[in-house]
């Protein structure tokens, strides 16, 4: 995280909300990205703003055009923009809506229906609901259930009452000859996700027609498509005296409406003055606000909130756990009600890159952005599916679980168990926690250090012997792979890479451990960030060990050792300039950026030609992994990444001058990251020589592989000399597919292999590096 920010944000901030310990900083579709770059999936939607998903181009375009031409103009003189949103909205909104005041939020517009009810009626009484939530200005507040929320700011406006929410009686009994209007929100959302019934509303609807009261619906968070209908009111068949909106309403810019239907405007009451607001109206809202509509009906998001909402509520429904009371929700607006407090649920899914909402103590509440894909649902739903579940049974040491398919290994439900934990980068601590309780029932000294790698040695205390370190990783990259044993095979997402090595590594010391003191100090290290180009766990155990041997936990398969991992860097290239007409003489920025990957390109070529032969590993490789342009009519603009695979000894310095060189020839804003020095041993050292009589003794024959990917021997290699390999059980083909699975027969057959090699180099004590 960007501490430095989130710490001046903490010091300076009003302090009135509980934050969480993410800084966003960027979003596209349900997509949302913190300072490090690390992805979320929004199941938040800024509390029902963003129904059109976040970055919408259409809606830049459309801020950044109406800024040219006008961002200010008052509702006292008449405005293009404003008119077209007015009759639109007119055209949208249930029948007899058809006068409107634009307000800049949800409080505004619910303290607005106020007025305009009592002054329409000229009755003052407003009565509300059990568990409602209107907003927090004065007025707004009164009507306002929690009272938490309320208590603090007593006395509130006069002459509001609260009545329980479906139930026409309680209804007959609030609504008196005083009272000036009634508001509802047809799903209570932040009250805790209650869905009204239709009966209810419609009787309340008859009940205020016949004692001359008004229905206020309170559309703010339910509006714009997110239950399924563009209003939630389409699916009552009832018709609103006012409805209010704000929340998705400009696809992200702050306004709210205030509908009047013909009751409130045949009163006759509603004059000059009676109500007004500096930048109600604007034009900057109201051309984003057009541009939002549009989107909607285009992407018909409102059909699209209904098929996934349905989806998801069956989803939800099916998970097992004794910890869901039940699944309310229309559309995606999804209430799971626990029989524990929510908070720590919540935590759980932010830490798995999932963020959700509470609705009251004790519903968790899902509020993605209408846009989501079907895929990352899917993916939100399974980690709910797994905090949920996995809260239900908390995890327990291997030796006290019970094994439910007959005769399975402990080593096997090791590797299985630590499957079903997610694991992205940076979003290591359960794994990390869950390993350190599994590694001590297995008689290992663990602990979370404080980079929040999982340590295990077989010593208590660090010794004058050097150790002998066997360094895997603990995250993978996302895309959840149902885990299940079919046969041998074994799925889940880090099968093979690499919490097959890992959990194969854990379970070779502890056999070792177990079987002879007088060993070197054997510690295994579960390091945090290694698919991250940070590579900050491996990082951070550099200075802290200098062992005489050390094996990377990468997937060579059981019989392989690899000796060697290419290099890496990493090209953030950007072009910007003035839009040019295309048939102009000057090139565009997407001919420029492809002019340097050609030069990239050719470079690479004559270099190979020169130094490489026939050898992929000795060879220079670029590729081209993103390119993306955009032009908003005023600017073009194309970025691009380039990643090189660098062959031993390169000079990566003069690599890196050469292509500042073209860059700046050509305007081209370049930046280099993710910097890592290829890495290559011998088979001759005494580890590989180890591997080569386990393997042999197994009945197999050792093979070497040189690797055209990095892997934390290139963090590591550099600073601790020559006697590392790279082994783990794993077809690395299998890395990163959505297909990755293990071999049970294989893995097993590491973890033998490993006891070999341990017992071999951890009792070579005077061998040094
Ligand atoms: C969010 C919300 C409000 C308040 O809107 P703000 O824009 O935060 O002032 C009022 N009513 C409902 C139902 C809401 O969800």
């Given amino acids: 995280m960007g501490t430095n920010l989130v710490e001046i944000e903490h ?30 999936i929004d199941c938040m939607a800024g509390h029902g703003v963003a129904n059109i998903g976040h970055g919408r181009t259409e809606i830049a375009a459309a801020l950044a055009a109406q ?30 809506l058809n006068n409107f005041f634009l307000c800049n939020s949800g409080t505004e517009a619910v303290e607005g229906a106020f007025k305009f009810a009592r002054l329409a009626t000229g009755r003052t009484g407003i009565v509300a609901t059990l568990r409602g939530f209107h907003g927090r200005s004065m007025g707004a ?55 009204a019934q239709e009966e209810y509303v419609q009787g309340l609807a008859a009940l205020c027609r016949e004692r001359g009261a008004l229905l206020i619906i309170d559309e703010i968070q339910t509006g714009f498509g997110r239950t399924g209908t563009l209003f939630a009111c389409e699916q009552y068949g009832v018709q609103p005296d006012i409805l209010c909106l704000a929340k998705s309403l400009a696809g992200g810019v702050p306004m709210g409406a205030v509908c009047l239907g013909t009751r409130v405007m045949e009163s006759g009451r509603i004059g000059k003055g009676a109500h007004g607001s500096t930048f109600g109206g604007n034009p900057l809202a109201c051309a984003a606000a057009l541009a939002t509509l549009d989107i909607l009906e285009q992407e018909e998001l409102a059909t699209r909130a209904a098929e996934l909402g349905a989806y998801a509520q069956q989803r939800l429904r099916a998970i097992q756990s004794p910890l869901i009371r039940e699944v309310r929700g229309r559309g995606l607006l999804i209430g799971i009600e626990l029989t524990k407090r929510v908070q720590p649920y919540l935590e759980a899914l932010c830490e798995r890159g999932v963020l959700a909402l509470p609705a009251g103590a004790n519903v968790l509440r899902l509020l993605p952005p209408l846009v989501i894909s079907r895929e990352q649902l899917d993916q939100a739903l399974d980690i709910v599916q797994e905090v949920l579940r996995g809260a239900s049974e908390p995890l327990q040491p291997i030796n006290a679980i019970t094994i439910h398919n007959d005769g399975a290994r402990p080593e096997i439900t090791l590797l299985q168990r630590m499957l079903t934990i997610a694991s992205l980068s940076r979003q290591e601590s359960s794994l990390a926690h869950f390993l350190v309780e599994q590694a001590q029932q297995l008689g290992l000294h663990a602990y979370v250090d404080e980079v929040g790698n999982f340590v295990a040695s077989t010593h208590a205390e660090p010794t004058e012997q050097a150790p002998v370190v066997l360094l895997g990783h603990m995250d993978t990259v996302p895309g959840n792979i149902p885990v299940r044993i079919e046969d041998d095979l074994l799925y889940g997402r880090g099968a093979v890479d690499a919490k097959g090595p890992l959990s194969a590594f854990i379970c070779a010391v502890a056999r070792i451990a177990q079987q002879s003191a007088g060993l070197q100090p054997i510690i295994v290290v579960g390091a945090v960030e290694e698919e991250a180009a940070t590579s900050r766990g491996a990082r951070g155990i550099i200075q802290r060990y200098q062992p005489s041997a050390c094996i990377i936990g990468e997937p060579s398969s059981s019989r392989a050792v690899t000796i060697g991992y290419k290099g890496r860097l990493l090209i953030n290239g950007c072009v910007a300039q003035q839009s040019s007409h295309s048939a102009g003489p000057a090139r565009s920025s997407n001919e420029i950026a492809a002019a340097f990957w050609e030069r990239v390109r050719r470079h690479a070529e004559e270099w190979n030609q020169q130094h490489a032969g026939s050898s992929a590993f000795a060879a220079l490789q670029p590729s081209l992994r993103s390119i993306q342009s955009s032009h908003n009519g005023l600017e073009e603009r194309t970025s691009f990444t380039i990643g090189y695979r660098l062959p031993p000894a390169f000079e990566i310095p003069a690599l890196r001058e050469q292509l500042q060189r073209w860059a700046y020839e050509d305007d081209i804003h370049i930046q280099f990251s993710g910097e890592e020095v290829a890495y290559q041993t011998t088979r001759t050292i005494p580890l590989a020589r180890a591997f080569i009589a386990a393997i042999r003794s197994t009945g ?40 990755e699975h293990i071999s049970l027969t294989e893995y097993t057959h590491a973890i033998d292999v490993l006891e070999h090699v341990l017992h071999t180099i951890a009792a070579q004590r005077e061998t040094a590096l």
């Avoid at 603090?152 to 009452?161: G, K, M, Q, T």
């Avoid at 197999?700 to 590591?716: R, Y």
């Fill in 11 to 40: 010091q300076y901030t009003s302090g009135v909300y509980g934050k969480r310990p993410v800084e966003i900083v960027r979003g596209q579709g349900a997509t949302l990205w913190d300072a490090d770059g690390r992805s979320y």
């Fill in 700 to 739: 197999a024959q050792p093979t070497f592989k040189n690797k055209t990917g990095t892997s934390d021997m290139n963090v590591v290699g550099p600073h601790w000399g020559q006697n590392i390999v790279a082994y783990g059980p794993g077809d690395s083909s299998l890395d990163h597919t959505p297909n």
């Fill in 67 to 96: 800024a040219q031409r006008l961002i200010t103009c008052p509702e006292v003189v008449y405005n293009d923009v404003r008119a077209r949103l007015l009759q639109r909205l007119a055209q949208i909104t249930p029948e007899g």
């Fill in 141 to 195: 507040l009164s009507a306002t259930w929690e009272k938490h929320y309320r208590e603090p700011f007593a006395p509130l406006i006069p002459n509001v009452s609260h009545m329980r929410y479906n139930d026409l009686t309680a209804a007959a009994n609030a609504i008196s000859e005083d009272t000036a209007a009634v508001i509802i929100e047809l799903i209570q959302a932040e009250g805790g996700v209650h869905v």
